[in-house]
């Protein structure tokens, strides 16, 4: 069920998109969730989607993969459809129950925070599938870095989250060991109340925390031994570098910009 | 002589703390107790002792994990309780630890092996340089752009071997490397550092429960509660069954077989470590007949 | 007690493309109170064998009979089939979760949903079985030594009175004095209680000293299976597996290479001693 959810997975595959900068990545998700915000009426959105089209072509990510991905919170999608068909006023009255009524208005508005919704969840997870878990947490330690002044500890965000990735599987591997160490002494996880059901947690959670507490002691001290001191005067191996892609890929986002903002005045 | 680790009556004393009926209470200990050891630049010595003898203690003394409370310990010439030359002392003395899941800190092997030099401020093409050379003295090149949490557990251990090479060490302290490994996962990784210790050159102290492992070493150092109760060649140690029985370890089958043909009054060498030697030395005796 | 297992498959991501046969169509029979030595490289398949026998997890074909009942016929059932087939995870002690030793051994015989007393009793024999102490009864099994906290997790397995117990192996990470311990508490509590007992083991030496029958897997099969003799005897293939034989048994082969009429099936230390000893007695 977990393994569902596309939500964050990289995909393995060469592309343009894949070997662009993180940071250029990066930025330009978040200049494409702004305009998605900004963005009102059909031409706009038709020309966002249009874009974001483009760019799922040249990653070479299989539309279905990507389609998984939206699967897995058609929930929240759903959700959000219902509360703006019911909430949203309007004059041109289509239907009506006691309380509710549907509006044309109202089917507009879903219609357009439902596509807004998945647009912004295909294009952040675009940034996901095209960038390894390592270049985000890289591109996201430059891209704080002058914020460095301001208190935010970057390098130890970025360390964080490199040793919470590396982790993740080796825990889940424990989770399940233990859940089967525990099975076998007659633990029931399935049936019961919800309290009973709380309860049976409690001989997984217990021994899982200690693990993890163990791990980062052993972890930390392994680190220190390897001469870990913090980020300073600390270099990295791969040294990101703005390639010729690099610089064509933000001409296409200023571009990108341009027209939206054109559009939107003359529409 | 030169020595890459000199260790002049070393004690170490650490307090625990810890609560008995309703109350807290603290209690020393004596980890290490008034410890001589001189480690030659370039041998392999290993470390033998069992659990809480504090032979893991001494192992992170050597790389200044933690400091003597009392007598000093040299390594590669520093004196690990000044604190200007931490970082040089776990340059030129790395560690590797008993468990391979808990050492390595990316989630690609070559980006974990780069955080050593990383941490140093190395020129990142010299990085490259260096991880791509260490994955090869490891023989793990071939996986250097993969998830460490898909590889064996041996092969995880030649992971933190590398990391610690990309640093160009002088010494090597592995902590107990093999004791949760498979006997093909001991194999490669003994391979791996009897080869750097020979080749080059890098001094190897090697803590193990495993009694073939130190018949491989120069040296072999026995610790019993802080304290260094037999040191010398293995084959001065391993005559010494009743002893080392006593201080709960073991000896290689062959070993105890010639100790017990002894006893019953055959005239065999005691100092018999491996199958080969024993059958060396039967024909021998069977010649005298 | 017995165990029987007729064409046992098991395939991980079972139509997926990451599908792996972990186990290939295994037929095992295991007697009641036998010693059984379970062998093989990592990866071989033991691990996921041993979880099948009290139904952790299920086959993808093929049959457990514990005697002779199916396991996995009734889900409802589970509960008295891991009851009667107990597993020792390797590394047990991170298993345990309790404020004290004694509770924690409580747990097992807990969720049988057992009398209060009968648990008491159960737990009580279930820690004097591993050589635990009143005396650490109320101490936190945190507070213990790594021997000592094997222990309390075996004693928590032997609680539930199993027939069947399943070692992973136990003395992993263990010193020569400790792996001693509880190996020779493994050998007192097979003769003592008379269950079955299966010993997974990375080490030739243990598994030669300690079972009546060994079990050797490679690539989800069963390789060989036999007394420590017809097992040993075939040291090249073992080797070929990335196993070996105990070493006394290269010394042997090395004196028959030498052209002297020695036993080829000798395994332990004393075996040793005495097959040397009478060859070279005239020399003494």
Redesign the interface.
């Known amino acids: 069920m977990i393994r569902d959810i596309t939500i964050g997975q990289y995909y393995m595959v060469d592309s343009p998109i894949h070997s662009l900068d993180p940071r250029l990545k990066l930025i330009a998700t978040f200049v494409y969730v702004i305009c998605l915000f900004i963005i009102n009426d059909v031409y706009t959105y038709a020309f966002s989607m249009l874009a974001l089209a483009g760019i799922i072509a040249v990653s070479k990510v299989p539309l279905k993969f990507i389609m998984r991905g939206i699967k897995s919170i058609i929930v929240i999608i759903i959700f959000t459809a219902i509360i703006n068909v019911l909430t949203t006023k309007g004059t041109h009255v289509l239907y009506e129950l006691g309380w509710f009524t549907v509006t044309l208005e109202g089917v507009y508005m879903a219609t357009k925070m439902v596509v807004r919704l998945i647009m912004l969840i295909v294009s952040s997870s675009l940034l996901t599938l095209t960038t390894t878990p390592i270049q985000l947490t890289d591109g996201i330690e430059y891209l704080l870095k002058p914020f460095q002044k301001i208190g935010v500890p970057s390098h130890e965000i970025a360390m964080m989250m490199t040793i919470a990735l590396r982790f993740i599987p080796t825990l889940l591997d424990e989770t399940d060991k233990i859940m089967k160490a525990q099975q076998a002494r007659g633990a029931d996880f399935e049936t019961g109340g919800l309290m009973e059901k709380a309860k049976s947690l409690v001989p997984i959670l217990v021994p899982l925390f200690i693990s993890a507490f163990r791990r980062a002691d052993e972890l930390a001290m392994a680190m220190e031994a390897r001469c870990y001191h913090g980020g300073d005067n600390r270099t990295r191996m791969n040294v990101m570098a703005l390639q010729k892609n690099d610089y064509y890929a933000m001409a296409v986002i200023c571009g990108f910009v341009v027209c939206l903002i054109i559009i939107m005045l003359v529409m | 002589m030169d020595f890459m680790v000199k260790a002049n009556n070393l004690k170490y004393e650490y307090t625990r703390t810890f609560e008995a009926d309703k109350e807290t209470r603290t209690e020393t200990f004596l980890a290490l107790n008034d410890v001589n050891i001189n480690i030659k630049k370039g041998s392999f010595v290993a470390i033998l002792g069992h659990n809480g003898s504090g032979k893991s203690t001494f192992a992170k003394q050597i790389n200044a994990l933690i400091t003597p409370t009392d007598g000093t310990l040299w390594v590669n010439g520093y004196d690990t309780k000044k604190e200007e030359f931490v970082w040089d002392i776990r340059q030129s003395a790395g560690m590797v630890f008993q468990n391979p899941d808990n050492q390595i800190v990316a989630t690609i092997v070559e980006e974990d092996v780069a955080f050593g030099p990383e941490n140093l401020g190395i020129e990142s093409s010299q990085i490259r340089k260096r991880v791509d050379s260490v994955l090869e003295a490891v023989g793990m090149s071939a996986f250097k752009r993969q998830a460490p949490s898909k590889l064996s557990g041996g092969q995880k251990q030649r992971i933190a071997i590398a990391g610690v090479l990309a640093m160009k060490p002088k010494c090597i302290v592995l902590d107990e490397p093999t004791a949760m490994l498979d006997p093909e996962g001991r194999k490669d990784v003994m391979e791996t550092i009897t080869r750097l210790n020979k080749e080059e050159g890098i001094t190897i102290v090697h803590i193990t429960h495993y009694m073939d492992e130190a018949v491989k070493a120069d040296n072999v150092i026995v610790i019993d509660n802080g304290i260094v109760v037999m040191e010398g060649t293995p084959k001065e140690i391993f005559v010494q069954v009743d002893k080392l029985k006593a201080y709960g370890l073991d000896v290689p089958q062959v070993t105890e077989v010639a100790y017990n043909l002894r006893k019953r009054g055959i005239n065999i060498p005691a100092d018999i470590l491996t199958p080969e030697e024993m059958v060396g030395a039967i024909c021998q005796l069977k010649l005298t007949i | 007690m017995s165990i029987k297992i007729n064409n046992l498959t098991h395939i991980y991501n079972e139509g997926t493309a990451m599908a792996k046969t972990a186990i290939d169509d295994i037929n095992l029979e295991i007697s009641d109170g036998e010693f059984i030595g379970l062998i093989g490289?990592?990866?071989s398949g033991k691990s996921t064998l041993i979880?099948h026998l009290?139904a952790?997890i299920k086959p993808s074909r093929g049959e457990i009979l514990l005697n002779g009942v199916d396991i996995n016929a009734e889900k409802s059932k589970l509960?008295s089939i891991?009851?009667r087939v107990?597993?020792?995870?390797q590394y047990?002690e991170?298993?345990?979760?309790e404020m004290t030793v004694y509770k924690d051994v409580c747990?097992?015989p807990t969720?049988?949903g057992l009398s209060e007393v009968e648990i008491d009793q159960r737990a009580k024999k279930a820690l004097e079985t591993v050589g635990i102490g009143e005396e650490i009864y109320e101490k936190s099994p945190?507070?213990l030594?790594?021997?000592q906290k094997r222990r309390v997790a075996i004693a928590?397995?032997l609680a539930?009175q199993p027939d069947v117990l399943i070692l992973d192996e136990p003395t992993?990470?263990?010193?020569?004095?400790?792996r001693d311990e509880i190996l020779n508490a493994i050998d007192e509590m097979h003769k003592r209680l008379g269950i079955i007992v299966i010993l997974v083991s990375?080490s030739m030496?243990d598994v030669a000293r300690l079972v009546d029958r060994i079990i050797v897997m490679h690539h989800g099969k069963i390789v060989v299976t036999g007394t420590s003799k017809e097992v040993f005897g075939q040291a090249k293939m073992l080797e070929s597996i990335?196993?070996?034989a105990?070493?006394?048994s290269?010394?042997m082969m090395?004196?028959k290479e030498?052209g002297?009429n020695v036993p080829q099936d000798v395994y332990t230390?004393d075996e040793?001693?005495e097959v040397?000893?009478s060859?070279?007695?005239?020399?003494?």
């Not at chain 3, 107990?86 to 995870?89: A, P, R, T, Y």
């Not at chain 3, 992993?172 to 400790?178: E, H, Q, R, T």
């Not at chain 3, 060859?279 to 003494?284: A, C, E, G, P, R």
Request: no cysteine.
């Open positions: 490289h990592t990866g979880q009290n952790l509960k891991r009851q107990g597993l020792v995870f047990p991170h298993q345990l979760f747990y097992g969720n049988l945190f507070e030594s790594g021997g928590g397995i539930m992993a990470g263990l010193d020569p004095k400790g990375h030496e990335g196993l070996a105990p070493q006394v290269y010394v090395g004196l030498k002297f230390i040793a001693t040397l000893y060859m070279l007695k005239q020399v003494k």
